[in-house]
């Protein structure tokens, strides 16, 4: 069966500038692919231009008339634009006619909506944001980013299941190790959170390593890191701060004379490799987890190459049947997880929503 | 008149084997600096050699006899190694011998001992941790960096009146910018503590930059970035973490065939300036701030380069006359801070100390 991605045209900063020719692109490279495209009908039409009939077997066009704005209050998207492209492109997942959904679109409206329209699944209670970054050894999938400010206890162990079977899905590792992101100061081992999250990892069948510290993540230590959204957001920044100073810097000194500029032509096939494997656009891409249905959320200022890479990563995750795996093993080990009622999980749902 | 260094020659993880040899070559670098070395007198008989007479009119050693473990709880350190190197060199800072202390021990107990010896300044509650780091434009103070796990809006301001005093007295700039560190993501921004605690900046007389998130650090939006301890200490080593990350990509890039190895020999010179601009130890040395005296750590696996960097970091912010800056705002600007009495204050440094 061919893999299908229904696609949130209109999102992003660039909008269908950059949108529209990544599906073109990315059509091009899978042929077991099938795109549908949701935003304004004409647009779409005018941007496309002859690839339209090129893939007419493998693109579908589905007409929206809203568009959800980037600093819009999700609150007002979920209530107000029912008829977004962003909503739509939702829906799709939903109705079992496509297997992922891609936005570059408000993350808080995407979180929002997504979790009123698939819910969240069996045994999560909150989902959280998801990453795969790089590192010395390999990939490191670093999750909660940004969706939970506060995370108990129990949502980090979520955090921890819903990250081991992503990076099992898509590394193949049998048993990928899970770390908690703690501070190594000697005087005060972190919060009482962390210090209970620990007690239920432990108590887990998962491949949990122990506490790690923020040099870990990009030190391969483990291969999954959980965190509160918090924490999380600020790593994740910091970097790409750190990445951009160092390359600023990098750029700097071989630019700073003529001997510089010369050394860097002569250097250019070294530097491009450290270049291209720093490259976030390839790290585009991040997934909503915990919802009956496959979100990604690329960068909201993606070019066209980024905005493509967020493409590959919701098909690898569909191809790897990450979904599957967590369902499975949610359903095998309900001993880990609260057995909350449904009553007051779409209670606490509510809350959420009305906190936005 | 002389600037007095004290310095807990028996700290860190190489000792006297890294912190003797760095006194000495400061010695040599500044004519005007006088140092207090505190630790087991034969050991550094033994280590300094003939630069006891050349330096003996500004070289002093004071024998102690304990010395504190890198690992030992706070507690028992403070409880019960009364005469160790540690203790006796901060004790020389609370007598008026020396201008501060400089240890690359223990973290958890050089700021339990610092605190019930030197106890904090008037106004304020908690001291923090302060480290200067490097950016695109010039250079930022992060704090706290971990003395605290979780800080109320008015110690976030606190850090934020120190972070200036510090940036104004080292940088020489007027009215340095503080930015709250928070996450950018749109659905929440951020915890209700940061949402008071920008009121609170908000109303101060600082130059309040508004909210930051993790890139700006490295960028050099601020002078200061405030935030709690436990998310500062996660930026810190993920900042870290990344330069190694990037260091390693360099070197494996620049050594995976003979043809990119003489890459990297005629652009060694390029590539060395951006190892010099990167090098930590040139940033070693954080400042315990908000102490009655100035306490600097530094790391605990400093070489004799970095332990050098932290000595001229004490020196550097001596001679800038930080803590008169510091005590001078403090004593100007009443109205900003909480009018504890000395009881409640003294009943939450006992209560933090029992904490440990």
Redesign the interface.
Known sequence: MAIVLAVDIMSGDHGVNVTVPACVAFLQKNPDVKLILIGDRDTIYKYIGNSLSKYSDRLEVVHSTQVVD??EA?QLAMRNKKDSSMRIAINQVKDGKAHAIISAG????L??IARYVLRTMKGIDRPAIAKLL???KGEVCVLD??????SSPEHLLQFGIMGTQLMKAVTHKPSPSVGI?N??????K??EGIKKATELFKKSNLNFYGNV???????GTVDVVV?D???G??????????????S???KE??TNSTL?KL??V??Y??LN??KQ??DPRKYNGAVLLGLNGLVIKSHGGADEIAFYYALEQAYHEVNAGVLNLLEGFLNQHKELLDDKDDSKKELAEFKYLN??
Do not use: W, Y
């Open positions: 980037m600093d999700p408000n993350t808080g409206a979180m929002a790089p590192t010395i980013l940004g969706a939970n400010v506060e992101l501070i190594g100061s000697e005087e005060i972190g919060h510290e923020g040099d870990d993540i990009n030190k965190c959204g918090f924490t957001n600020v790593a994740l920044k910091t970097i790409e701060g750190v990445a951009k100073m160092i600023f810097f990098l000194e071989f510089s050394m860097a002569i250097s096939p070294v490799r450290v494997r720093l906190m936005l």
